[in-house]
């Protein structure tokens, strides 16, 4: 299977994907922890059906030391014992944010308000930017059709 654009060999995606990715790198030093930030980029891709995004982030997280029990359960993250209360308002804050077609007012006061008991306002930052930016990566990704299966952890930087 092939892209229906090779997002990688056109300068004008090229450019497009530069100061996105540079956008990613603010996020990915910030405070928010790197776990939370694998397992929220999951959620959203998993949730939009971006295989590319999640067998990218799945990979990268397992090279990280993420186990393999909290990662097939991050799409059932509701009924798994294995996530602390922070990560579980992240991915909260993730499903809300990538669904806000779904749901008539966007992402709840609750669902916020649980946010910001676990993260301060840089970390609640960084959230906000990362549902944002996955999401973005995952319309790409789906719209070019990007095949999934051969990424290789470190192999983008």
Known sequence: M???LNLFGNPDTAKVLKHINSAGKVV?????PAATQELVKIRA??????????????K?????GETAQRLHLVAAWREATVF????RAALELAEQGTRIADAAGGVTDGAWANAAKHYDEGQLAALVFLIAL???YNRVNVIVQQPAGDYQPGQFG
């Open 45 to 58: 891709s998993q949730i939009n059906g971006c295989g590319f995004c999640t067998d990218m982030h799945t």
């Open 134 to 136: 996955i999401n973005a």
């Open 28 to 32: 990915s030093d910030s405070a928010l």
């Open 60 to 64: 990268d997280a397992t090279h990280a």
């Open 2 to 4: 092939d892209a229906r």
């Open 84 to 87: 602390t209360d922070a990560e």
